[in-house]
């Protein structure tokens, strides 16, 4: 993968933990308002999705059954570990999960990337509650899969008229069924965005460098300096951002490979392994300082800092002792089946 791109992928990651630290230091009394814009780290996810499903199945014909596989190799072993391990701990010692109740429905639904009402948050979440974003991918996985058995010059815009035509859907047909919304929704074009980014980067022509920088700078001041935003205009003031952040990214590219920096780059190879257990992480680091005698603000910030590095630790250990050896295991190809002579 590109430097660039593995340096948005940590960053991205960081952003949804910070985020998500939120919860632990309300629980400590924090009453302040916690920056909402952190969650905006899964736009920069969804455009980076769209333009590597570009990029890495461009030209390829009759690739559909080996893209689903890669991809449900790369995706699901894990996240299924860490939901067990999620339904474990709500089953053998529910007084550590405070946000969780098990529910038949809920807990298929979850093991299967479908989406369904969380039974205690009330919104369209699995049991791994970062997990919803990947209810999206696997919906775009399945959708660029079929669409790759079109010809490559209808492919992109053959995936984005569809999303696009779900996302009126939903706008002029709000559904209260959770399914529907989910499937309806415009954040589903933020993929659309990295498609396009992925067809300029392999077909159009390069840009100065100093561009790079200037949508590097605007997009991200744009995602952090904006609240809480409405699913419906989510697309557009954090989508748009994000696609400006990896459209920055890869104009540098395009002039120059961006140079290697070997922590960042491990910290993007281990993005989705810290993705998928920060929650745990935080909730337990959360855990702990309920119990540390300490005063706020020093618990606040104790808690803050130890809460992401144990997160990275977590993410780090998770990715090189699981995801990264059982994703070598599983992409291992069979040897070809020898046939006897005569």
Known sequence: MLESLQYLRATASLMVVVFHLGAPLERLGLQAPWPQSGASGVDIFFVLSGFLMLTTTYGRDGYTASFYYKRLVRIAPLYWIVTTASLALLLLA???????????????????????????????????????????????????????QLPQALRVPAICTLLAALGLVGLILPHESAFVAFYTSTIMLEFCFGLLLGLWFLKGPAISRAWG????????????????????????????????????????????????????????????????????????????????????????????????????????LVHLWIEKPLFTLMSRKRPARQTATP
């Not at 745990?280 to 706020?296: N, W």
Request: charged share 10%.
């Open 94 to 148: 529910p007084q550590l999960v405070k946000s969780g109740r098990a529910e038949t429905w809920h807990i298929i639904a979850s093991y299967l990337f479908l989406p369904a009402r969380h039974p205690v948050l009330g919104s369209v979440e699995p049991l791994v509650v970062p997990g919803w974003t990947l209810n999206y991918e696997m919906f775009f996985y399945l959708l660029w899969g079929i669409v790759l």
């Open 213 to 316: 920088y200037v949508f590097i700078v605007a997009g991200f001041v744009s995602l952090l300096t904006q609240g809480d935003v409405s699913p419906e205009l989510r697309v557009i003031r954090w989508g748009i951002p994000a696609a400006l952040v990896v459209g920055g990214a890869l104009v540098l590219e395009k002039a120059r490979p961006v140079r290697r920096i070997a922590p960042l780059a491990l910290l993007g190879d281990a993005s989705y392994s810290l993705y998928l257990v920060h929650g745990m992480v935080l909730s337990a680091v959360g855990q702990v300082f309920l119990r540390v005698p300490l005063a706020p603000p020093v618990s606040y910030l104790a808690c803050g800092i130890v809460g992401v590095g144990a997160a990275i630790v977590a993410g780090l």
